[in-house]
């Protein structure tokens, strides 16, 4: 299983930027797909988390900016970040629970190869 995250880049405060995440492997179900964030000297943070039935869940800071979506049957997870701000700048990883097989219920945490965005001021 890979997770494989796209979409970073530099940009000036204010403007957007679009994440894009897919899953590829032998795959069963996905159940939550996420994304975090890791600022330099920072610990790692939730950035946003959606769940298969489309529930979603926002950090404080990006509520009302950030939107995250997924593609169920592409197995893709999306974030759409819009009025960036310096404190954004981090790298970002996609994170989903992956279940395997059948009788995996709880799946598995698996994590993408992080993508840079660094907003300007």
């Not at 590829?24 to 939730?46: D, T, V």
């Not at 946003?48 to 950090?59: F, H, K, R």
């Not at 759409?80 to 995996?104: F, G, H, W």
């Amino acid at each position: 299983v890979q997770l494989q995250a796209s979409g970073g880049g530099l940009v000036q405060a204010g403007g957007s930027l679009r994440l894009s995440c897919v899953a590829s492997g032998s795959i069963f179900s996905i159940n939550a797909m996420g994304w975090f964030r890791q600022a330099p000297g920072k610990q790692r943070e939730l950035v946003a988390v959606i769940t298969s039935g489309g529930s979603t869940n926002y950090a404080d800071s990006v509520k009302g900016r950030f939107t995250i979506s997924r593609d169920n049957a592409k197995n893709t997870v999306d974030l759409q970040m819009n009025s960036l701000e310096p404190e954004d700048t981090a790298v970002y990883y996609c994170n989903a629970k992956i279940r395997t097989q059948i009788r995996d219920l709880r799946g598995t945490d698996y994590w993408g190869q992080g993508t840079q965005v660094t907003v300007s001021s």
